[in-house]
């Protein structure tokens, strides 16, 4: 192993660490999804499949919101300093957008049960839909992630994250929804491998950004 | 004087010649078009200034971070701000047209929609900024923001009008309306260079301004 996939690998199993010791985020957001879902139930009984569907990518997006806003504010500044003597920024950004992924994967799978057994289950495909909706949440959480750390630069919280995050996300969202559509329809259509395509060769390119781009935004 | 300003002299003489010759000149006829056609001169126009100021504020960001010269950060700003103020524009102009030809001010056609989505990307750059006191970490936090902002934006709002059908001409059984040479002849040499020159023209005197009041401040 070479030494940055072992900076990566360290710093990935101290937040790993410091989730299971602490047990905020997991649990935190856990009762966010199932709280929110409820709401959603009480409200709406079992929507048809397009509000279902809709609903189920505006969830995620909220969801992802709350997961990932925590991921810099928790470092302090010694902290930073600290992990930025040791480590380097690109490995930092890098085990930080591998923890949040993996995060919101077990988010995303949480709340597609969740959905599930509250507001019915109008899937005509579900297993590609399972496949999109970790592909989507890890899209989000990509983005999110980078987004989490201008914020917190910028001192501020979850509030400006939504603010830069919500336009930027839209084009992704409109992507992952017409796949989605494409999970509804009992005849399963060509196209679906095109879009995953793209959805992922976009999940590349913001991981590029965000090696390129993290370095500036960390010196001080 | 002339070697200086002999492009602002130009930008005089190409939107003249964009109005007369737009308003007067021959174009073709076409069904449900008809004369709102001569809009193709600053609908049109609009956007692909748009596209080059936010272009041109993208690569002083990246220069920007490249040198930290201070400069170049009130550069990116102020081209993102006159590409706002463009983008308004092209909004309101062809949100016009649309309701004279499409029967609807407002469609959800996918270029609406990413047009309303960029320039909300660029008023959150500016909120952005706002939200910092420290010149400094406003610039370089700002200029990593426009370089990702642009760079997730805009490959997705190129790609996205063609995996869905438009109303907008250009796409498949809708043929570009600048395919006629009528519409050419004023366009690539007239209206796309004229207001271009225009933008550029407001914001060096924006930037002029911006430098006059921090020379003051020291």
Redesign the interface.
């Known amino acids: 192993m070479g030494g940055w996939t072992r900076h990566i690998w360290t710093l990935f199993k101290k937040d790993l660490l410091l989730e299971v010791r602490q047990q905020y985020t997991f649990y935190g957001v856990l009762l966010y999804v199932a709280s929110t879902i409820f709401v959603l139930y009480l409200s709406m009984g079992q929507p048809e499949a397009d509000v279902w569907k809709g609903l189920f990518w505006m969830i995620q997006l909220f969801i992802c919101v709350n997961a990932v806003a925590k991921s810099f504010v928790q470092e302090g500044r010694g902290r930073l300093l600290y992990f930025y003597s040791i480590a380097g920024a690109r490995d930092f950004i890098l085990s930080k957008l591998l923890f949040n992924a993996l995060l919101m994967l077990l988010m995303s799978l949480v709340s597609l049960a969740i959905f599930m057994l509250m507001l019915g289950n109008p899937l005509a495909h579900p297993l590609s839909f399972l496949l999109l909706s970790c592909l989507g949440g890890i899209s989000l959480s990509l983005v999110f992630t980078f987004l989490a750390a201008i914020a917190a630069r910028a001192q501020q919280g979850a509030a400006l994250m939504a603010i830069l995050g919500f336009p930027l996300i839209i084009p992704q969202l409109l992507l992952l929804n017409r796949a989605s559509t494409i999970a509804f329809q009992d005849v399963l259509q060509a196209g679906l491998a095109g879009m995953i395509g793209l959805i992922t060769a976009l999940d590349l390119m913001i991981i590029a950004l965000a090696v390129v781009l993290f370095p500036f935004l960390w010196k001080d | 004087m002339l070697r200086q300003n002999w492009w602002k002299i130009l930008c005089v003489i190409l939107l003249l010649y964009t109005f007369v010759a737009g308003f007067l000149g021959p174009v073709p006829a076409r069904p449900i078009l008809n004369e709102t056609i001569r809009n193709y001169y600053f609908h049109i126009a609009m956007w692909f200034s748009m596209m080059i100021l936010f272009i041109t504020s993208l690569v002083y960001s990246i220069k920007y971070?490249r040198t930290n010269n201070h400069i170049f950060d009130i550069y990116a700003l102020e081209y993102a701000k006159t590409g706002i103020v463009y983008g308004c524009l092209g909004l309101a102009t062809g949100s016009a047209w649309a309701g004279f030809t499409w029967g609807a001010f407002w469609s959800n056609d996918p270029k609406q929609?990413?047009a309303v989505?960029a320039l909300?990307?660029y008023?959150?750059y500016l909120?952005?900024r706002n939200?910092?006191t420290d010149v400094d970490?406003r610039a370089?936090?700002g200029?990593?923001?426009n370089?990702?902002?642009f760079?997730?934006?805009f490959?997705?709002?190129w790609?996205?009008p063609r995996?869905?059908e438009s109303l907008h001409p250009g796409g498949a059984g809708n043929p570009a309306i600048n395919a006629d040479g009528r519409i050419r002849i004023i366009f690539w040499p007239g209206a796309l260079p004229g207001w271009t020159l225009l933008a550029v023209w407001i914001t060096t005197l924006r930037i002029r301004l911006q430098l006059l009041a921090e020379q003051r401040l020291h």
Do not use: H
């Open positions: 971070l929609l990413g989505v909300l990307i008023l959150a909120v952005l939200s910092m970490k370089r936090i200029a990593v923001y370089v990702f902002a760079a997730m934006l490959p997705t709002i790609i996205i995996l869905v």
